[in-house]
């Protein structure tokens, strides 16, 4: 299948459909779900994938082993994922370091420590960069929702 024009980048060219199926299934118009318009259901579930995946990944890398890149390009998409369904978008990687500013939800230095993971994708310490993004992430996305939660309830009692 053709890749779709926002989610053309170098590390993930060869199988976008493996790490972003509703994002690209989205940018080709196909009918799709829009995860990133129902993310408080979907966040527990990246969660627990995300967990799964951080055990593999920890296993790997304690072991040396080579087996590394595939895991590390599936923690790489998920954070991607997480921090742009999150903001209620699909993922964009093409011209990413300009759309970072586009969102409202980000951990600090988002973009220094993106530009240092896509130099060095397949480091242990991109995979540690990679893990305290997602727990950042989820931290903030938690917090982000608790005030958009409370500011509706405040304006539903008149407040």
Same mark, same amino acid.
């Given at each position: 299948? /053709?890749?779709?024009? *926002?989610l053309i980048h170098p590390l993930f060219q060869s199988a976008? !459909? &493996?790490?972003?199926? !509703?994002d690209a299934n989205y940018y080709r118009n196909a009918a799709a779900d829009q995860p990133w318009m129902e993310?408080? $259901?979907n966040m527990p579930l990246l969660m627990d994938e995300w967990k799964r995946l951080d055990a593999i990944l920890y296993r790997l890398f304690s072991e040396r082993s080579k087996e590394i890149v595939d895991p590390m390009k599936l923690s790489i998409s998920f954070f991607l994922k997480i921090l742009y369904w999150t903001n209620n978008r699909p993922v964009q990687l093409s011209n990413w370091?300009? *759309?970072l500013s586009n969102l409202r939800v980000i951990p600090v230095n988002t973009l220094e &420590? $993106?530009?240092?993971?896509?130099? /060095?994708p397949f480091l242990y310490h991109s995979y540690k960069q990679v893990s305290e993004l997602i727990k950042e992430q989820s931290k903030l996305f938690a917090k982000y929702?608790?005030?958009? /939660?409370? /500011?509706?309830s405040t304006s539903k009692d008149g407040c």
């Open positions: 299948m /053709n890749v779709p024009a *926002e976008i !459909d &493996r790490y972003f199926p !509703d993310i408080q $259901l370091q300009q *759309e &420590r $993106l530009q240092f993971i896509e130099s /060095n929702s608790a005030m958009k /939660n409370s /500011n509706q």
